[in-house]
C-alpha cells in the first residue's frame, strides 16, 4: 500500500483547519486561501460541494485512496443499520486511525508508517495491514521491542489530544481498547464533514 507524501500543509490551508494534528500549525503565517492573492472563488455546484466533502474525510484519514472508502461505504451498505453512521465507523476503527486516537503517534501518517513496519500488536498478534478494522474490545498495542521509539514516547508526551469515550488507553501507556463502537457524535473530527452527502456522492459515482 502506497503512502501519501504530497504537500500536507497545502491541504490543511485548503480547509482552513490544522486537519493533521501538527504540533505546528499550518495556519498560523497563512492568512489567506491559496490561489492568486487568496481571490474569492466562485460559488461551487452540487458536486464540487460533494467532491469537495469527500476530500475532507479523505484527509483526515490519512489521505486514504478514493477505492478504500467506496469499500468502506459498501461493507457499511451491507449491514443493518444507519450506513451513514456505518461507514464512519468503518473508517474511524481501521487500526492505524486507531493507533493515532490512543496516541500511539504524533500523527495519522506516522501511524500508518508504525502499522506498515509492524511495530502493531492486536491482541498480542503483529498486525501490519493499515486497514484492519478493529472491534470492541481489541487491545491494540506497540510491540514490547519497539516501545523505546522516539517518535511513540514524543506521542506520548503530548497530551493536548482529547481521547474520544469510546478508547481506553492501558496504565502501560503504550497499549489501549477500542471500548464500543464509535457514534457519529462522537467523533473527533478536525473540522465539519457533512458525511451524509459523501455516502451520496459514492452511492452515484461507485
Known sequence: MTRYRGPKNRIARRFAANIFGKARNPLLHKQHPPGMHG??????????????????????????????????????????????????????????????????????????????HGHIQVNGKKVDRRSFLVRPGMLVAIKPASRQMKIILQSQENASRDLPEYLAIEEDKFSGKLLSSPQLDQVPLPLPINVPLVCEFISHSS
Open 39 to 116: 481571490a474569492k472563488r466562485k460559488k461551487k455546484s452540487d458536486f464540487g460541494v460533494q467532491l469537495e466533502e469527500r476530500q475532507k474525510l479523505k484527509a483526515v484519514y490519512g489521505m486514504i485512496s478514493y477505492k478504500q472508502m467506496v469499500n468502506a461505504y459498501k461493507k457499511a451498505l451491507l449491514a443493518k443499520g444507519n450506513t451513514t453512521q456505518l461507514f464512519l465507523e468503518q473508517l474511524e476503527c481501521r487500526l492505524d486511525n486507531i493507533v493515532y486516537r490512543l496516541r500511539l503517534a504524533p500523527s495519522i501518517f506516522s501511524a500508518q508508517q508504525l502499522v506498515s
